[in-house]
C-alpha cells in the first residue's frame, strides 16, 4: 500500500515513455525542419539563384547565433534555471518564428518585395561580425537566402535549446533505468525525421507538377506547430510529476555560474566535446549536400512519371514501407522472446531491402539517400541497450570513426568509378549509406549517455549546452566550408547536378581521422582516471 502511494509518474513505463515520446515526436519535427532544404538544393539553385556558397552559408546560419551570440550558454542557464518543461515549450516557439520567417523568404510574396530590395542592398556585411571576419552573409548574396538565414538562425536557437532541453529531460525521466535505450529511441525518432524530410521535401515541391520550394517549407511549419503542441502536453505531465516528487525544479540547485568551473576542469568533458565536433561536424554538413553529391556521381535516368497520382502513390507506398522498416526494428527492442524480436527483425530486414528496390526503381537520389538514417533508427536502440548493460561506450566512438573515414573515402574516390555503371553505382551508393547509417548510431548512442558520467547532475544541463555550443562551431564552419571548396574547386560549372564532390569529401575524411585519435586518447584517459565510460549503465 505504502508503496503504491509512492508512485510517482515515472515509476510508471507507460507513463516515462508517453513523456519520451512527446518530446521525441517534437525532435522529429524539429529534424524534418533542419533539412527542409537539403534535398532540393539543385531546385533552389534553379529556381532562387543559390549557388552551393549561398547555399553552403545559409546552412551554416542555423547555429551562427548560438555560436557567436553564445545564445547556446544562454539557453544552458535557461534550462538550469526555469527546467525543463519551461524550457521545451519555449524552444518549440522559438522554432516555430524562425521557421515561419524562412518559409517566407523562399515565397513568391518575398520575390519583388520591398524587402527583397532592402536585403539586396543591405547587411552585405554586418561590421561587428565582419571585423571577427564571421560575417553571416556576403556581398552578392541573393536577398532570399539572406532573409531565410535570419529566419534558420532564429529556428536554430530554439532547435539547439530543444536538444539540450531533451537530453536533460530524459536523464530526469529516465536516470537510473534504461536512459542510453531513452535517447537511442529519442535519435532514432529524429534520425526518422530526417529520412522522411529526405523524401518529403522534394515530393512537395514538385507536387502536382509545378515546382514551389516554398511548399516543402510549409510543410515544415505545419510540423513546428505540432512540435509546439506536444510540449505543451509535456509540460503539463512533467508539472505532474514535480508535485509528485515535490522537486521544483526553479528552486532546488539553483544554477550558478562557478558550476561551469566544474565541467571545465573535466579532462574527460574536453575530449567528449571534442570527439563530438569533429565528428558531427562530417555528418551534418555532409547531410545538407548528400543528395546533390549522388546526383552528381551516379547517371540515375528518371522513369518517365505516368501522372501525378501514380508518382505520388509510389513515394506513398515507399514511405509506408520505411516506416515499416523503423517500427518493426524498434519493437524488437522492446521483445523479451528471442523469437519475437528475430521475427520483427527480418520483417524489417526484408522490407528495407524492399525500399532499396523501389528506390533503385525511381532512380531518385533522394529516396537513395533517405536510407542514410533507417539503420540508424534500427541500432540506436539496440546500441543504447547495449551500452546500458555492457557500456563499451569509448569503443564504440572509435568504431564510429573508422567507419565514418572509410565512407567518405568510398564516396571521394569509388564511387565515381561507378558512374557509368546503373547498377553498381546505386549497390555501392546504398552499402556506403547503410555502412554511414551505422556509424551514426555507434557515436550518438554512446557519446550522449556518457556525459553525466562526466559531470555532476546539477550542471547537466549547462554540460550539454557546452559541448553543443563546442559542436555548433563545426556545424557552422563546415556547411559554409563545403559550399565553397565545392565552388572553388568547380570553376565555371553551371550544372547543378555535375559538381565534383572529391574535394569536400577528403576534407570530412580528415576530420573522421582527428575524431578516431581523439577517440584512442579519451579511451586511454577513461581507463587512467576510471571514468567509467566503458562501463554499464545499469549495474
Ligand atoms: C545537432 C544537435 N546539436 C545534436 O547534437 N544532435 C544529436 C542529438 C543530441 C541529443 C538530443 N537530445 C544527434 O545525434 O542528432
Known sequence: MTQEIQKTLRDSAAMRWTALLLLALAMFCSYIFMDILSPIKDLMQEYRGWDSTAFGTMQGSEVFLNVFVFFLIFAGIILDKMGVRF?????????????????????????????????????????????????????????????????????GCGCEMAGITVSRGIVKWFKGREMALAMGSEMALARLGVATCMIFSPFFAKLGGNISVSRSVAFGVVLMCIALIMTIVYFFMDKKLDSQTGEAEEKDD????????????????????????????????????????????????????????????????????????????????????????????????????????????????????????????????????????KGKAASMLILGSVLLIACHLTFAFILPLFKDSAVGGIIIAYATILVLGSSFSLVPASLWPSVPKLVDAKVIGSAYALIFWIQNIGLWLFPLLIGKVLDKSNPGVTDPTKFDYTAPLIMLASLGIAALLLGFVLKAVDKKKGLGLEEPNIK
Open 87 to 155: 524550457t521545451a515549450v519555449l524552444s518549440a516557439a522559438v522554432m516555430l518564428t524562425g521557421a515561419i520567417v524562412k518559409w517566407y523568404a523562399v515565397t513568391d510574396y518575398f520575390t519583388g518585395s520591398s524587402l527583397e530590395v532592402w536585403f539586396n542592398n543591405n547587411l552585405n556585411y554586418i561590421p561587428v561580425f565582419d571585423e571577427l571576419g564571421v560575417s553571416p552573409f556576403y556581398e552578392g548574396m541573393p536577398a532570399s537566402a539572406k532573409f531565410a538565414a535570419c529566419g534558420f538562425m532564429i529556428f
Open 254 to 389: 539553483p544554477f550558478k555560474i562557478s558550476d561551469l568551473g566544474q565541467i571545465l576542469t573535466s579532462s574527460g568533458f574536453w575530449l567528449v566535446a571534442l570527439l563530438c565536433v569533429l565528428y558531427y561536424s562530417a555528418i551534418f554538413p555532409f547531410q545538407k549536400y548528400a543528395v546533390n553529391m549522388l546526383q552528381c556521381n551516379l547517371t540515375l535516368v528518371e522513369p518517365s512519371q505516368d501522372s501525378f497520382w501514380a508518382s505520388s502513390s509510389v513515394t506513398i507506398v515507399q514511405y509506408v514501407i520505411m516506416l515499416v522498416v523503423a517500427a518493426a526494428g524498434f519493437a524488437s527492442n522492446f521483445q523479451k522472446v528471442k523469437r519475437n524480436q528475430l521475427i520483427l527483425l527480418a520483417i524489417s530486414i526484408i522490407s528495407l531491402i524492399t525500399y532499396c528496390y523501389m528506390g533503385y526503381m525511381r532512380q531518385s537520389a533522394e529516396s537513395i539517400f533517405a536510407v542514410f538514417p533507417l539503420l540508424a533508427v534500427l541500432i540506436t536502440p539496440i546500441l543504447g541497450s547495449y551500452v546500458d548493460h
